[in-house]
């Protein structure tokens, strides 16, 4: 049968897409020269029960212009399924071993993730519910679920304003299990700070299970627990370290911590306190340095040297075989150390200014010799030199404030239970005693003016003994003292 | 508080600032040299409560500049702050309009005095005029 005496209807030829999302039409030009009419496609695509929507229907009905499409032409389309999504979170932050590292830094290698509060830390895509879709027919194409844990925020987490960021709200460890995210606030090391776990560096507080070896870095902004020994480590407490089974410090460890120490025991070893250091059975050759007491009251206090601004709770002081032993009390080391410091500065300064005022004095006094350049100079460094007196002298006087506070804690003393052994020196603000034979407890040592003259006593039982004491110079006062005249 | 400083070295008017801030409660307005100034005067209706002026600038050294101002303000208080230490150029700087004179190189404490002097004697000649 020749195409020519074909219905025109034969023309049209409509393709559907296998995913049913499309519908192809094109026109059989054999057939239909001139075109087919909208209209005449309109039906077909009604016979076929495509869908067309009304709008597009109406406008085939009515518009007259022939179709002529030798080659296919999309007229209809699906709208294709959208998946469920769980959502992802991906994290921005790595651990330090996962960046090149030197053979030298065995001890820097961590694979503990932590973060500071504020830092943004992953990256958060929300879980996206699916929708089914419609193929061209008009019926429904379902959507698919996709396997997984949906992406979720846990504690100690939340969103940025541009609700992608995630920040980290307190300082913590980061955890990502499941696709969820959160921060412990404390870190657990189930056993040994050591090379299994590097150095550490954590903002929140740490519960080492074990102990803490030789060599190795402990740094927290919080509270450091740990359950067996701090070897020779350097350990930084922001708050309190606990030294459950104690402190071996082999003479070159050192603990620090902003409030208390505490321990079973403690040896060899540097520590500094911003309270309190407290033993349970000795301090036994360390240099304590500490703002608050000493406290070891079923145990030891010998040999080394021990600051306590607070003063000393103890059972004894010193041993049996005279090994030097050092207690000062009403003293705070660190002021004194700061303020040793900050004189060196004020002295710098104040060699400063005087070069800075006798290299202009000379020129100040032939003024007329001097071109304009020069006199304006002459104003930057004499305004200069002001300038550093009057910081130095503040700097000065804050510090003798610092000192004049300090005296307030001039009434600290030191209680022994059982006893003072002899050849302990003993150290208050400006006064020292070394005693000379055994003292028995319980007994109160402390400074005491009598007749004007201050002394080193010991009070037991009501009665007091003076302890053959003498000026103990304070090289430090001495020199803020001399500093403040000069102002 | 305003003051103006007039100096064509941004350093010198940084140190007459530092100088004088402790003082409390003073706006500082700067000018690189004389044609700043009078533009930075016409733009401040309010006026200043003292101007500092520096005698050697380009495009209008302070000297001309005291006069300009002078010709339609007799009020305002102005301050030569300059290197010119000869007696002739004070007389000047005096029959021009200036209320005091500080000489460079000054120390802090002479500046501070010479505004505070300057100051006083302008609130009693305002307070003898009322």
Known sequence: MSTTNLPMADAIRIVVSEDRLSASLSVDAAIAPDGVTPAMVAAHLRAMGLRLDKERLSEFASSTLPIKLSKPQVIIQGRPPVSDSPGSIELLVTPPAAEGQTADSHYQRTAILSAVAGAAIARYTPPRYGLDGVDVFGRPLPHQSQAGQQAMLGPNTRLAENGQTVLATAGGVIRLQDNRLWIETKLEIPGNVDFSTGNIDFAGDIHVHGNIVDLFKVTSGGNIEVDGIIEAANVRAGQDLIATGGIVGKDKGGCIADHDISGKYMTNAHLEAGNDVIAEVEISNCRVICSGQVRVERGTVQAGHVTAAGGIICQTIGTASNVPTVVEVGIDEHLRQYCAEKLKQIDRQRRQVLQVRQTIEPLLRNQKKLNPQQKERATELLYDASELETKTNQTLQDLKRSYDTMKTKAHADIRVSEMVHGGVTLRFQGMEAVVQSNLRGPLRIARRQTCGNWQIVAISNGSVLPLPSHVCADKVMDELNRALAAT | ?130
Do not use: C, H
């Open chain 2, 1 to 130: 508080m305003k003051f103006l400083l007039v100096d064509d070295s941004r350093t010198m008017r940084n140190i007459q600032k530092k100088i004088l801030e402790p003082m409390g409660g003073v706006e500082f307005s700067e000018a690189g040299d004389g044609l700043e100034a009078l533009t930075a005067i016409a733009s401040n209706p309010s006026g200043f409560d003292l101007i500092f002026v520096d005698w050697n600038m380009p495009n209008m050294d302070g000297i001309t500049l005291v006069r300009k101002i002078r010709e339609t303000d007799k009020r305002t208080p102005l301050v030569m702050v300059t290197t010119e230490a000869e007696k002739l150029r004070v007389i000047d700087a005096i029959k021009a309009g200036v209320n005091n004179y500080v000489i460079k190189p000054f120390t802090p404490q002479v500046l501070t005095e010479k505004t505070q002097q300057t100051l006083a004697k302008a609130r009693g000649a305002v307070a003898a005029a009322a």
